[in-house]
Antibody
Framework: EVQLVESGGGLVQAGRSLKLSCTAS????????ISWFRQAPGKGLEWVGF??????????KYAASVKGRFTISRDDSKSIAYLQVSTLKTEDTAVYYC??????????????WGQGTTVIVSS | DIQMTQSPSSLSASVGDRVTISCRAS??????LNWFQQIPGKAPKALIY???SLQNGVPSRFSGSESGTDFSLIIDSLQPEDFATYYC?????????FGQGTKLEIK
């Protein structure tokens, strides 16, 4: 079964850090760009960033709201992508989802989503 | 950034109805428009990419259309499992952006 499973969320104080994981199974992980999206409570979907295929250089790109604080990486040998979230703010409170995308541009949509992991940032 | 505006924000309909959800882009995005369905408490599910192509496994009662910068998601013969929130997403340029969502409720 094609699957993405996020983990690592939790309750954390503002200013601290957390590392989220996205573990893939059922497909060739290295063939896909992995993206992170988030959804604040009661709000819509927001793009966080992505890490491209290692074979294409593993390019990363981030939303302006998280650039400099969040870092996305991948380990193809383990089929895991990571989202390191640092200098957390209360407005980073959200469910964080990872997705896969074969094109690197979302032209074919993100056809597989994880179940999400919740990050709550307290002041 | 490209703004995506969905209408209506919420919609009440009955099982068996045909509904249309609209999404307008603030500038041309060609056909780089995706649709997602989200049931409360669950992850989004991909429905349509490229404005009108169905993702694998999506029922044929879902369809998408476009006219310039206006896009539509049409659901024929609503089923109980279709009551959810729907989001459009432009994939034309970075950053990718979403509409604010349309909540489809049972009448």
């Amino acid at each position: 079964e094609v699957q993405l499973v996020e983990s690592g969320g939790g309750l954390v104080q503002a200013g601290r850090s957390l590392k989220l994981s996205c573990t893939a199974s059922g497909f060739t992980f290295s063939h896909y760009t992995i993206s992170w999206f988030r959804q604040a409570p009661g709000k819509g979907l927001e793009w966080v960033g992505f890490v491209g295929r290692t074979g294409d250089g593993g390019t990363t790109k981030y939303a302006a709201s998280v650039k400099g604080r969040f870092t996305i990486s991948r380990d193809d040998s383990k089929s895991i992508a990571y989202l390191q979230v640092s200098t957390l703010k209360t407005e980073d409170t959200a469910v964080y989802y990872c997705t896969r995308d074969p094109s690197g541009t979302y032209a074919y949509g993100m056809d597989v989503w994880g179940q999400g992991t919740t990050v709550i940032v307290s002041s | 950034d490209i703004q995506m505006t969905q209408s209506p924000s919420s919609l009440s309909a009955s099982v068996g109805d045909r509904v249309t959800i609209s999404c307008r882009a603030s500038q041309s995005i060609s056909s780089y428009l995706n649709w997602f369905q989200q049931i409360p408490g669950k992850a989004p599910k991909a429905l349509i990419y490229g404005a009108s192509s169905l993702q694998n496994g999506v029922p044929s009662r879902f369809s998408g259309s476009e006219s310039g910068t206006d896009f539509s998601l049409i659901i024929d013969s609503l089923q109980p499992e279709d009551f959810a929130t729907y989001y459009c997403q432009q994939s034309y340029t970075s950053p990718t952006t979403f509409g604010q969502g349309t909540k489809l409720e049972i009448k």
